[in-house]
């Protein structure tokens, strides 16, 4: 702690060097997995203070050699102070997961008195982007529940993106959801809040219950409804290609630690597949012809004799 006394861009050039290699800080189910624990164990180790840190055990943890594993406040409650822990060892905690405090399964969360505090000092807090500490606080409830308006949003907008391609043309629809995907994935980049990922679930499901509702009318009204089926069948063999989306976010979250990258990748793909959209001509679709010439001759057939 005298490191902290200089200053804290002392105190974080110091921490970089304890710790050069970036560790992921993720849920592993009920418990919140911190990488740097391996490098670190500062927590399990002798504190600072005689002054105990009480870890309340759980009902199911409790049995008669409790004794062997911490120091005991009480009958349920482990306590950590200049000692530090018992089932520490060089090789880290000797326990099983089941068997350890529920204050180790939170780290570098902190629940005291009721409240839920971050712990400044250990190095997750440190190296991990503040949008990914956002995102592991964001509850599961409300995240299923986003989800689902975002798929109920998808199904309804099939019929908004219909009217659409009915209204102009199949191509201007194309287009239009391409840029409204590209600008739904910008709301990422907004910081993290229950809104911006409303906004984000309900602007993103939209777009992508367009994208497959979109995409049969364009091949029709491109290559004419004769050669749908033809057509349509080469065009697939592209959408597979949306299987490398998964790998794509994962990559991005394990090289750095939030989906960002992933989220520029698709953003730049779609405004890519948007300037592709526009070299195709309304001229060049088949249909377009057809409708053409379908209003020439109602035109010619509406002129007097």
């Known amino acids: 702690m005298q490191k902290l006394q200089k200053g804290f861009w002392h105190y974080l050039e110091f921490w970089r060097a304890l710790f050069p290699r970036r560790r992921a800080l993720r ?152 840029l409204c995907s590209a600008a739904s994935l910008a709301l990422g980049f907004l910081p993290s809040g229950i809104w911006t990922m409303t906004a984000f679930s309900l602007s993103f499901g939209g777009c992508i219950g367009g994208l497959w509702a979109i995409l049969p009318a364009v091949v029709s009204y491109y290559f004419g409804g004769g050669n749908f089926l033809p057509s349509y069948k080469f065009i697939s063999i592209f959408i597979i290609l949306r299987s490398a989306g998964f790998p794509i976010m994962g990559l991005s979250h394990d090289l750095t630690g939030s989906y960002a990258a992933s989220d520029v990748i698709f953003g730049v793909s779609l405004l890519a597949s948007l300037g592709l959209m526009l070299l195709l001509r309304e001229s060049g679709a088949v249909e377009s012809a057809v409708r053409r010439h379908a209003a020439a001759h109602a035109t010619e057939a509406a002129r007097p004799r």
Request: charged share 20%; aromatic share 12%.
């Open 27 to 178: 849920w592993r189910e009920t418990w919140l997995q911190n990488g740097y624990c391996r490098d670190c164990r500062y927590c399990c180790g002798p504190q600072d203070s005689n002054e105990p840190f009480p870890m309340a055990l759980l009902p199911g943890q409790l049995h008669s050699h409790l004794s062997d594993d911490f120091y005991l406040l009480n009958a349920d409650t482990a306590y950590l102070d200049a000692r530090g822990c018992k089932a520490d060892t060089d090789h880290g905690c000797r326990l099983r997961l089941t068997q350890r405090p529920v204050a180790c399964g939170l780290f570098p969360l902190v629940l005291v008195n009721g409240g839920l505090y971050l712990y400044k000092t250990c190095p997750a807090v440190i190296f991990t982007p503040l949008d990914r500490l956002a995102d592991l606080g964001l509850e599961a409830y409300p995240a299923m529940l986003l989800a689902c308006a975002s798929a109920f949003l998808a199904a309804l907008a099939k019929y908004a993106w219909g009217w659409v391609c009915d209204r102009f043309t199949p191509l201007f629809a194309a287009r239009l959801v391409m």
